[in-house]
């Protein structure tokens, strides 16, 4: 199975509705009772039973709803206000609790980010549902739980948009959370021939689940009982459970074409989204012939946050896609919670894998296992391709399959095709110990290299080597967490060293949210198996949390332009865990850099909050394209807007008003003088009051000896909202040779609130 650009999580919470009931005199409302299970009578046999008659001695028609066994004795139930002061008084009884309604916190998600532990926090959900997301993707199926419009009022009178009619898709698919969904397929078609309808839908519906998938993590309903195959159960939910759905497929089985995006997105500026979420990568080798950071431009000259998926390139530096810096470009991180399944070997020694797969194994009994390089008709047979295995020397066998070139899902396939009852999935050197879950058809368990290696050891030192593999479960509380996914894209930036990306991270790894009825959770033709949710991983699925995140924003914020939404979510992001320690790179296992997370890991909560925020507009972003050198030519390519940047003006990229920084600097054998040179930079920066009045003072965090940071002034006092104040960084650095980087960390604060920005040095 393919990493997209792009999954969502899991909390275990029951939410109950209050469901008028008709034609009785006195209303019903659920109630939770607590039982003192050690006072249960002697003549019950279990404790439900005594539970149903306590509950029949108060009320003849009442039923339960729910039983509960672990973290309390009880039930739930739904009684008149009469009988709940009657139950009260019945033996055994503890409490009589009225069920109060909860904003979910859901999916392991907003748990993982926060959200559920400050809900006075969140915008409240009249201000969240005049939000829309739009996103551009695969489609929508429609019939997802996830675009349930229950609880939601008419839709936001801004709204232009349509839900456009198609194959197996018509006006009535879309509701007031799936409130717009469109088609956009010309230059495809022009590539390719017409659609295909006996293949894919030539409408908005979504044939491959990935649109479903990114448009439910951003701002999917609460739906509960959720998961895949029993895996991560729980409520799913988008980040954004209150705000509006506006799908555009641009993406079919052929590929994305940039004239489709294009039009997407001016479509979705016209239709009134207020955020916009691409996990499209690519893109060319300049801003004004990329057509997503062309569109992105368009969007956000009208007030449009876009947010982008940073790439599945990683963790080869300077591998990242959706760069410009009015992109929100978003890399991917893990959540505390992960699919172990153990592989025990013929010596007796268990090691721990991940996998999805929920279907039978063959035996508990150790069974032979081969190397598929050894079992190949192909010199690259390690890598279980297509018609590679030898049936005679499979059959019966668990085969070992290295990780690369085809599908991890589809090694099994062939592993199953070729008779092989089990696979264990090996990561060599390019993967490290990277491990994603995948619902594989067969028994699989993957692992990194460490046991990778280990295991081939076992199978060269034994002439009859065995093994056997259980089923999976799912673990929560995974420590460390959040790590850097080894996929994620890394930055330098390939275009603009001055300008720090990606800007952050979020979850993107094993994340649940919605999916199409049409495939099954691999995608595999030979997929028979049809899910409602689907886990997936890729930075695809980072990018609609981040949008679902900024469009709490906006919502608590309407007035703030998408450079203040997205400064906020930055400056509030997180670099070190709670004991103090730096984030890990998975695919190294030692502290990653601002290359690999940008500011840090979102936080949410702290970014409704965060008292400063670097603003920016289409006049800084003209400027940083004056300062590239573009002519007016280039800027009109990119921007559609007639510039000639003023020859006797200074453009520094240094000033851009970013909120973090980057810094190229000369190595000894680019200057004069060599070993012991000194360069200077400056860059200035503008800081907007967003919270109080306040003082803010500055801090560097830096154990740099090679660079020496100067700030101007050290202190910045704001009197009223929305005032601005202007200071001057200087780097003063060594020459070092060249390929060396460093990093260090800015910080602002008023003794509430932290505005932090990562530092970054590179000498070229």
Same mark, same amino acid.
């Given at each position: 199975?393919?990493?997209?650009?792009?999954?969502?999580?899991?909390?275990?919470?029951?939410?109950?509705?209050?469901?008028?009931?008709?034609?009785?005199?006195?209303?019903?409302?659920?109630?939770?009772?607590?039982?003192?299970?050690?006072?249960?009578?002697?003549?019950?046999?279990?404790?439900?039973?005594?539970?149903?008659?306590?509950?029949?001695?108060?009320?003849?028609?009442?039923?339960?709803?729910?039983?509960?066994?672990?973290?309390?004795? /009880?039930? +739930?139930?739904? &009684?008149?206000?009469?009988?709940?002061? *009657?139950?009260?008084?019945?033996? $055994? !009884? %503890?409490?009589?609790?009225?069920?109060?309604?909860?904003?979910?916190?859901?999916?392991?998600?907003?748990?993982?980010?926060?959200? /559920?532990? +400050?809900?006075? &926090?969140?915008?409240?959900?009249?201000? *969240?549902?005049?939000?829309?997301? $739009? !996103? %551009?993707?695969?489609?929508?199926?429609?019939?997802?739980?996830?675009?349930?419009?229950?609880?939601?009022?008419?839709?936001?009178? /801004?709204?232009?948009?349509?839900?456009?009619?198609?194959?197996?898709?018509?006006?009535?698919?879309?509701?007031?959370? %799936?409130?717009?969904?469109?088609?956009?397929?010309?230059?495809?078609?022009?590539?390719?021939?017409?659609?295909?309808?006996?293949?894919?839908?030539?409408?908005?519906?979504?044939?491959?689940?990935?649109?479903?998938?990114?448009?439910?993590?951003?701002?999917?309903?609460?739906?509960?009982?959720?998961?895949?195959?029993?895996?991560?159960?729980?409520?799913?939910?988008?980040?954004?459970?209150?705000?509006?759905?506006?799908?555009?497929?641009?993406?079919?089985?052929?590929?994305?074409?940039?004239?489709?995006?294009?039009?997407?997105?001016?479509?979705?500026?016209?239709?009134?989204?207020?955020?916009?979420?691409?996990?499209?990568?690519?893109?060319?080798?300049?801003?004004?012939?990329?057509?997503?950071?062309?569109?992105?431009?368009?969007?956000?000259?009208?007030?449009?946050?876009?947010?982008?998926?940073?790439?599945?390139?990683?963790?080869?530096?300077?591998?990242?896609?959706?760069?410009?810096?009015?992109?929100?470009?978003?890399?991917?991180?893990?959540?505390?919670?992960?699919?172990?399944?153990?592989?025990?070997?013929?010596?007796?020694?268990?090691?721990?894998?991940?996998?999805?797969?929920?279907?039978?194994?063959?035996?508990?009994?150790?069974?032979?296992?081969?190397?598929?390089?050894?079992?190949?008709?192909?010199?690259?047979?390690?890598?279980?391709?297509?018609?590679?295995?030898?049936?005679?020397?499979?059959?019966?066998?668990?085969?070992?399959?290295?990780?690369?070139?085809?599908?991890?899902?589809?090694?099994?396939?062939?592993?199953?095709?070729?008779?092989?009852?089990?696979?264990?999935?090996?990561?060599?050197?390019?993967?490290?110990?990277?491990?994603?879950?995948?619902?594989?058809?067969?028994?699989?368990?993957?692992?990194?290299?460490?046991?990778?290696?280990?295991?081939?050891?076992?199978?060269?030192?034994?002439?009859?080597?065995?093994?056997?593999?259980?089923?999976?479960?799912?673990?929560?509380?995974?420590?460390?967490?959040?790590?850097?996914?080894?996929?994620?894209?890394?930055?330098?930036?390939?275009?603009?060293?001055?300008?720090?990306?990606?800007?952050?991270?979020?979850?993107?790894?094993?994340?649940?949210?919605?999916?199409?009825?049409?495939?099954?959770?691999?995608?595999?033709?030979?997929?028979?198996?049809?899910?409602?949710?689907?886990?997936?991983?890729?930075?695809?699925?980072?990018?609609?949390?981040?949008?679902?995140?900024?469009?709490?924003?906006?919502?608590?914020?309407?007035?703030?332009?998408?450079?203040?939404?997205?400064?906020?979510?930055?400056?509030?992001?997180?670099?070190?865990?709670?004991?103090?320690?730096?984030?890990?790179?998975?695919?190294?296992?030692?502290?990653?850099?601002?290359?690999?997370?940008?500011?840090?890991?979102?936080?949410?909560?702290?970014?409704?909050?965060?008292?400063?925020?670097?603003?920016?507009?289409?006049?800084?972003?003209?400027?940083?394209?004056?300062?590239?050198?573009?002519?007016?030519?280039?800027?009109?390519?990119?921007?559609?807007?007639?510039?000639?940047?003023?020859?006797?003006?200074?453009?520094?990229?240094?000033?851009?008003?970013?909120?973090?920084?980057?810094?190229?600097?000369?190595?000894?054998?680019?200057?004069?003088?060599?070993?012991?040179?000194?360069?200077?930079?400056?860059?200035?920066?503008?800081?907007?009051?967003?919270?109080?009045?306040?003082?803010?003072?500055?801090?560097?965090?830096?154990?740099?000896?090679?660079?020496?940071?100067?700030?101007?002034?050290?202190?910045?006092?704001?009197?009223?909202?929305?005032?601005?104040?202007?200071?001057?960084?200087?780097?003063?650095?060594?020459?070092?040779?060249?390929?060396?980087?460093?990093?260090?960390?800015?910080?602002?604060?008023?003794?509430?609130?932290?505005?932090?920005?990562?530092?970054?040095?590179?000498?070229?």
């Amino acid at each position: 199975m393919k990493i997209y650009n792009f999954m969502l999580a899991f909390l275990t919470v029951f939410h109950f509705h209050v469901i008028a009931e008709e034609g009785q005199q006195q209303p019903k409302s659920t109630y939770i009772i607590r039982m003192d299970k050690s006072n249960m009578p002697a003549s019950f046999e279990d404790h439900v039973q005594w539970y149903g008659s306590s509950l029949q001695s108060v009320s003849d028609s009442a039923d339960m709803i729910y039983t509960y066994h672990n973290v309390i004795h /009880g039930f +739930s139930t739904r &009684l008149t206000a009469e009988e709940a002061q *009657l139950f009260e008084k019945q033996p $055994g !009884v %503890l409490s009589v609790l009225p069920e109060l309604r909860y904003e979910l916190h859901t999916t392991r998600t907003p748990e993982f980010l926060g959200l /559920g532990k +400050s809900d006075t &926090l969140i915008p409240a959900s009249d201000r *969240l549902s005049d939000v829309i997301v $739009g !996103v %551009l993707d695969t489609g929508a199926w429609p019939e997802s739980k996830s675009y349930d419009d229950t609880g939601l009022g008419p839709v936001p009178s /801004g709204w232009k948009g349509q839900c456009e009619v198609g194959d197996n898709f018509n006006s009535s698919n879309c509701n007031r959370k %799936l409130i717009g969904a469109r088609y956009f397929s010309k230059a495809y078609e022009a590539a390719f021939g017409d659609v295909d309808n006996k293949v894919e839908s030539k409408s908005p519906r979504d044939d491959d689940g990935h649109g479903t998938h990114t448009s439910t993590t951003a701002a999917g309903s609460a739906t509960a009982e959720a998961s895949l195959f029993g895996y991560a159960t729980g409520t799913a939910r988008g980040m954004a459970d209150k705000a509006r759905i506006a799908t555009y497929k641009v993406c079919w089985l052929g590929g994305c074409f940039g004239s489709d995006i294009v039009a997407a997105i001016e479509k979705a500026v016209e239709d009134g989204v207020n955020v916009l979420s691409m996990s499209i990568g690519g893109g060319l080798p300049d801003y004004y012939r990329d057509p997503v950071a062309i569109g992105a431009f368009g969007a956000t000259a009208h007030g449009i946050l876009v947010s982008c998926s940073a790439g599945n390139g990683g963790p080869s530096p300077g591998s990242l896609s959706n760069v410009a810096p009015w992109i929100t470009t978003v890399g991917a991180g893990t959540l505390d919670r992960d699919f172990p399944t153990y592989i025990t070997l013929g010596n007796g020694i268990k090691y721990r894998g991940v996998s999805l797969y929920n279907g039978k194994h063959s035996s508990d009994l150790l069974v032979p296992v081969v190397y598929a390089g050894s079992v190949s008709n192909s010199t690259s047979g390690n890598l279980c391709l297509p018609d590679t295995l030898v049936p005679t020397k499979v059959a019966g066998k668990i085969v070992i399959c290295d990780r690369g070139s085809n599908p991890r899902v589809q090694k099994g396939q062939v592993v199953k095709d070729a008779g092989g009852v089990g696979m264990i999935l090996t990561n060599t050197d390019s993967y490290g110990e990277e491990l994603v879950a995948d619902a594989h058809l067969l028994p699989t368990a993957a692992v990194g290299q460490k046991i990778s290696d280990a295991i081939k050891n076992y199978l060269k030192s034994n002439t009859n080597p065995t093994a056997k593999i259980s089923s999976g479960r799912t673990e929560l509380g995974i420590k460390p967490s959040p790590v850097v996914a080894a996929f994620s894209s890394r930055g330098p930036n390939p275009l603009t060293a001055e300008i720090l990306k990606p800007d952050l991270i979020a979850p993107g790894v094993n994340i649940l949210a919605g999916w199409t009825g049409r495939v099954g959770p691999t995608g595999l033709d030979s997929d028979k198996r049809r899910v409602s949710f689907n886990i997936i991983s890729g930075t695809s699925m980072a990018c609609p949390h981040v949008s679902g995140l900024a469009a709490l924003v906006k919502a608590e914020h309407q007035e703030w332009s998408p450079a203040a939404i997205r400064s906020a979510l930055m400056t509030t992001a997180y670099a070190t865990y709670s004991d103090g320690g730096d984030i890990e790179d998975v695919a190294t296992g030692t502290p990653a850099t601002p290359f690999d997370y940008g500011a840090g890991h979102v936080n949410p909560v702290a970014a409704l909050d965060p008292g400063l925020v670097y603003d920016a507009g289409v006049q800084d972003y003209l400027g940083f394209l004056c300062a590239l050198d573009y002519s007016a030519e280039q800027i009109k390519l990119a921007t559609n807007m007639d510039l000639t940047c003023n020859p006797n003006k200074h453009y520094n990229l240094g000033n851009v008003n970013y909120p973090s920084f980057a810094v190229p600097l000369q190595t000894a054998s680019g200057r004069r003088g060599g070993v012991g040179v000194s360069s200077t930079v400056k860059h200035t920066r503008t800081l907007t009051n967003v919270g109080a009045p306040a003082t803010y003072t500055v801090t560097v965090s830096s154990k740099l000896s090679s660079v020496k940071i100067l700030v101007e002034p050290q202190s910045l006092r704001f009197s009223k909202a929305y005032e601005k104040k202007t200071y001057t960084v200087t780097f003063i650095a060594a020459s070092l040779p060249s390929g060396t980087t460093s990093f260090a960390r800015l910080e602002w604060s008023d003794g509430k609130h932290i505005v932090g920005s990562p530092i970054a040095f590179t000498w070229t």
